[in-house]
């Protein structure tokens, strides 16, 4: 199966900045071990600040991939153009947060893009991906 | 481990009522098998339709279980004393809805519970409680 | 045909309390003579304070009975888990008020069961229940 | 007794327009239909589109006629002119509506008139009329 | 000096409704006095419970009167189209109201009409309408 | 094609009033160039001040006439009983406006009717009809 | 008769600033020439700056005064205390503005003390106060 | 005399959860000295998490006891019905809370309660207990 | 102990206008008897109507007081700076109301310093700040 | 004449997806029939999904092109960044939509840059830019 | 160059209270180092707790000085009077605040104050005075 | 010390566009004047109108810069990502504004940023951008 991760905003720099919130793994090194967890399936990752490359992403891979795991960052509170991107395509697109956003200030309560994603999960720090990509592969 | 399911208000008709929105298995159905997966593990299966009796049972048990999988129904997005409750207890909270709320109507998109919870699934059907039993499982 | 008054919290003390709203006639002795006039159906009664019970008895008759008649009376105006309830069941639900609840405080104009019921009845004292009942007897 | 029904903007169009709404039975052979079945009663029936014209007819028949029954149709949810022509007269006054409104968009939800009529009857079709009949008759 | 006071909604009742808030004296009865008092000016008298009449009405006086003392009754709270009106007519027009408006229902705190008017007089009872006519003649 | 121009309150003032923001053509004029301009088709226009009288000319025509093009000016954004009309009746109607009414005040930016009409046309002056006029026109 | 008017802050500075709003006559000479005109009743006037001073003088002139006459200015509309003071006093209190403050920021368009007051008089320049004076003199 | 004291949803936990916001004493503890101090009155307790069970405390006891302090809890902020509970009952009740509520959440800066109650003592640890019985024992 | 009664704007009127909010007892008689009855203890009393001399007071005394009892009347409802002057002194404030303010109009029901004070006693008519005395005095 | 269409996000999809509101035709197609139809001007298309380059692009041709029409798509609803862009520019912007977009989402009836336009024209499925082509070329 | 500092409510505390927000340093101490360090200009400084005495400062100075630095402190939130007064006078006012305001609760967020003032400087501590400052003297 | 300057969209037209609102000075000579005044310092400019290339630039240059200096535009009211930025590097920053943003519409009142820089200094024109500098390099 061909499973695409996309990261939104500032998630690049996961590990580096408010480990606080964030824990202290970088995103990359945690890729690694998930690709190796589940090497019988095609894992790939991207990420950007920029929000029209996020959509041009998700129509680019959005026809053929089986499953897309979708953390928008800050564009999931301000972004309704991404939104409309998950409407726009066929692969199915989950919703991840690394942190819980509901303890969080309250422009973070309010999501753009869960209504047009199959599911959410929020709040397990970096498990959230592998949680998103087992809703998929158990039965 | 010791880890609870515990469902609010309705959700004692699953698989009864409205099937559109929540499949036609049944909840005891579903759980009977999930015993059966996770079987080295204590599943434990409670279902009210009473508010304080959820608040009875999270504090009867939220001092010695180790995991809470909780999905309060209607009380979700009405019930400060339920989420009053979560935060008096020791054992973890997982949040878990089977259909995706947001897609429903605008007071299913609050909940009172999340900020005290460890985290959210929702939107994954019945698989939801499986996940979040996951979340707690995985490394 | 088999027909279910249901009353919610503190319509027990009908007849007793704050008699310039509610009127001075029990509910038991109206009830009585609502089952004398329409002797040819079966009129059953239920109250409770417990928001749940009262769910607990939509769901227990509700898949049986050929009408309900329901005044929740304050959960009216904050239960979405018995707006859920009356969704979840088969048997048409009327909504009832004895007062005119769009002369008291802004809380009880809105209401969050009137769109799950068949209609509403407000502001004909005890009469509302009768007309309920009509409603559904007439042609 | 005299009693008059009024209705308002649209009314006129019932079964013509929007039959999944209102159903396919026009006003005039429901309001006869009526007259016949309650003709120990003197039944007037009046109709306009225009909001001044509801007030006065309101004020022409409100200080003598023993009943109005009112469907104000849109105006219900725009008017305060109609609520204080309502306030002014010595008649009573019942609101319906052949809908249920509270199913119907977020601005039908909130009527002008409740407060000012003795009640509402919402929701029963063509019934809603012969239910406020019938409040006025039934002991 | 040509002076039209004009009358909306339901004030055709005053001196007959709502004797608590209005007073018991006719308008008739008030307009013969006043007439009197400034004999030395024309004064005119209108009213209309139809909004588009009264438009209708400050279109066909609003480029040859002097003044315009205009009681849109309920209209001054919900008609732009009257203020659209006096937007486009020359005569000064003065908005009164016979009781103290802030006093009353929330939604009457809020006039449509009032930037597009001269000045406002409200809460002097019939008075108001003579003190708006003193706005004019006084230096 | 029969095609239908309404115009609604203080738009007979056009050409006379507020010319910085209408223009200083009247609509007659325009009308009559228009009916030169398209002779191959029967144009018609209507006027006035009363919202029920609107609405009075919409049911009249809207079972009939290919198109209407309604500028409904104020009641726009006041009344729920034209948008009804419009819903009731067959023919397709199409909102225009003179202005570009979003840098007008707030209240002019909500439309009742923009829903129900098959599309708008705003802020082109006195071409925004034709305009509406070739929407149906063209290929 | 004893007459109060009070001027709230920054009515000091009446004719000279902001003229285009408030016109270029000082309010000393006004109320001289209004002393004049009036010389059969006593009328005081009184200024501050400071919200407490204003009510200070409302308590100490307000069972002995006939009429006080109150331009609060800013205070207007943030001053529950104000109104506090206007209900706690027997003299009959007016509500006067120089300007229209309907046409000007959205926060003047709210008065704390308007339902305090017995009317409210806005929009006539100086005028405003001899309105206010003659509503009490008029019969 | 006859005194009441009720604890809401959670308060069970006094002493054992949340130590930070309700100190360690247990209420069970502080009640036993309560009684031991006042031992001139007879002092009651009762506690639930169930909203309903509440309000049949309170309509049981609401006619003969002379005094009922309520900690309502989280209820405070969700239950009308236990507000219209309170209006339903003869006996006097005060509202009481250990925190101060105005440092938490906004959803505890409202009560629903506050109005219905004789009077509300906030933040004072358990003594807002005692005071609660001081407000009724001093003069 | 050094113990300070505030009162803010209005209340210098106790007992002398609206009684039927306040009782007819005046604060002077009110203290006098407070004063005799805790006679070990030093109280004083202070009231002004301007909110800057609320300000002023607080900061004299509110590093060596041992407790500020204080009724803001209106500013309560109006005041950030008293709030912030509460939080800059060491003293601690006890919030006290006279009348129930839950019961009065919608802004009474906002306290800008409940947050900042100790604890809030409220519609225990005078007793109010007896009970605050006793706050600090009881164990 | 040379004349710019702009397209926003996810109008690439145009033809491919979510044919229901959009309908089945690319826009290449639709372009390129449209240079045909008004090949005696000089037509240019360019999408982008990125915020920023459709400001990029309403700078590089706004001091140059007689006319820009816009589809800016979601950001319609969240790009101040782009209202400030045709604020900046000067040549024309008419912003036009396929769908009608007050049928739609409440969040899509409210735009950030129509009052910044010369026009809207919303709802005529791609026959939109053409209308806005004809806005500009008709008299 | 004659500038005046004018410091409002609680600011006289500066140094002494709730150091963690804005320091150690008196404001004294503050003052006579900038003095020193600007001993070209003559610099005045006023600090007083009550609103009205800030408006006859400002008043008083408003139409010789060269320019005015404005900390209203917390009357920045809810004083129109200020405001105003800075609108009647014709030296420039700068605002400034020791704090970060933005950080601090949602009142703080709000200026009456900015849209009078020329500019606005926040958050850097006493610095933002001098930078106030600089703000007229660099070219 | 190393300082870079970045601006957010349509900055770049600086000097071209609304020469009322920003001045006729284009920032590439400000910045070269802003050089050589403060050669002894390292500063650089940067200008995107993309929301993701600022964010990268933060990124790129936040962990080693001793400031940074940032008018966001448009994308101050707008962006979450660019505060996320903020608050994910080490480097300060400082909002600038060339305008009062608080004179504008009120969407501009908002900041999503200010929290998170150190200050914010708004309306001094391009002087702005050098009293953050000086926020820096004074004491």
Do not use: W
């Amino acid at each position: 199966m061909k499973i695409q991760i996309i990261n939104g905003p500032n998630l690049n720099l996961l590990g580096l900045r408010q480990l606080e919130i964030y824990g202290s793994q970088t995103f990359d090194n945690y890729f690694i071990s998930l690709q190796r967890k589940y090497k019988e399936h095609d894992l790939f990752y991207y990420q950007s600040n920029i929000e029209g490359e996020i959509i041009n992403k998700l129509q680019a891979i959005g026809f053929t991939f089986d499953l897309i795991i979708l953390n928008a960052g800050a564009y999931t509170h301000t972004s309704l153009a991404i939104a409309d991107a998950i409407s726009s395509i066929q692969s199915p697109v989950i919703e991840v947060h690394i942190s819980n956003v509901f303890r969080r200030e309250k422009i973070r309560h309010k999501s753009f893009i869960s209504a047009n994603c199959r599911g959410t999960i929020s709040g397990f720090g970096l498990k959230s991906y592998e949680l998103a990509l087992l809703s998929f592969l158990i039965n």
